[in-house]
T-cell receptor
C-alpha cells in the first residue's frame, strides 16, 4: 500500500539553529499535510499543500511540495524552544478522507 | 467552539475488562476518525466514519475492537476484552466536508494491566 517515509526520526538542535524534516513517497500524492504534536499533546494541523512546487510560509516555518508531488519538506529557521515537538506529514490515499501518516520527526531544542 | 471532546482522558483497567472510549466531534464536521498512537507503531488509523457510516475499518486490530457512531455528535470505541498490548493513546479526530484537515481531541491514555 501507499507509504509516506519521513526523515530524520529525531533531531537535536541548539536554539537558533535551523531544522528541516523531509517526507517522501514512491507514488504521486494528491496533497500533503503537516501536523505538530507537542509532548503530551495531540496532533495539530499546520498546513496543506496541493500544487506541484508549492511553497508556503508561516512565520519561521517554510513548507514545500516537490515538483513531482512525491516529496515535501518543512524547514524551521532559527529554532526556538517553543518549536519542540514531533512534526508529522500525512497524505491522502486516493479519493477518500483516509490519511497516510509518516512516523514523524521529533525535534528537541537545547536552550 | 469546544473542539473535539474525548472521555475519559485516562483509563486504567485490568486485562479482560471492557473499555469504552467516547468522542464528540466538532459540530458540523461530517467525518470522524479513531487513531491509536504508540511509540513502536506511531499513529495508526483504526476506523473512520463519513456521515455516521463506517467507511474504512481496515485498521481495527481484531474483533475485540468495535466502533459505533449512532449520530453526528457522538462516537464510541469499545475494546472487549482488553489486553495489555492495547495500552496506548487513543485519539479521535474530525473534519469538515469541504476541507481535509483533521482536528484532534486531547486523547485517551489507556493502560491495561
Amino acid at each position: 500500500g501507499q507509504q509516506v517515509m519521513q526523515i530524520p526520526q529525531y533531531q537535536h538542535v541548539q536554539e537558533g539553529e535551523d531544522f528541516t524534516t523531509y517526507c517522501n513517497s514512491s507514488t504521486t500524492l494528491s496533497n500533503i499535510q503537516w501536523y505538530k504534536q507537542r509532548p503530551g499533546g495531540h496532533p495539530v494541523f499546520l498546513i496543506q499543500l496541493v500544487k506541484s512546487g508549492e511553497v508556503k510560509k508561516q512565520k519561521r516555518l517554510t513548507f514545500q511540495f516537490g515538483e513531482a508531488k512525491k516529496n515535501s519538506s518543512l524547514h524551521i529557521t532559527a529554532t526556538q524552544t517553543t518549536d519542540v515537538g514531533t512534526y508529522f506529514c500525512a497524505a491522502h490515499a486516493g479519493n477518500n478522507r483516509k490519511l497516510i501518516w509518516g512516523l514523524g520527526t521529533s525535534l528537541a531544542v537545547n536552550p | 467552539d469546544a473542539g473535539v471532546i474525548q472521555s475519559p482522558r485516562h483509563e486504567v483497567t485490568e486485562m479482560g475488562q471492557e473499555v469504552t472510549l467516547r468522542c464528540k466531534p466538532i459540530s458540523g464536521h461530517n467525518s470522524l476518525f479513531w487513531y491509536r498512537q504508540t511509540m513502536m507503531r506511531g499513529l495508526e488509523l483504526l476506523i473512520y466514519f463519513n456521515n455516521n457510516v463506517p467507511i474504512d475499518d481496515s485498521g481495527m486490530p481484531e474483533d475485540r475492537f468495535s466502533a459505533k457512531m449512532p449520530n453526528a455528535s457522538f462516537s464510541t470505541l469499545k475494546i472487549q476484552p482488553s489486553e495489555p498490548r492495547d495500552s496506548a493513546v487513543y485519539f479521535c479526530a474530525s473534519s469538515w466536508a469541504r476541507r481535509y484537515e483533521q482536528y484532534f481531541g486531547p486523547g485517551t491514555r489507556l493502560t491495561v494491566t
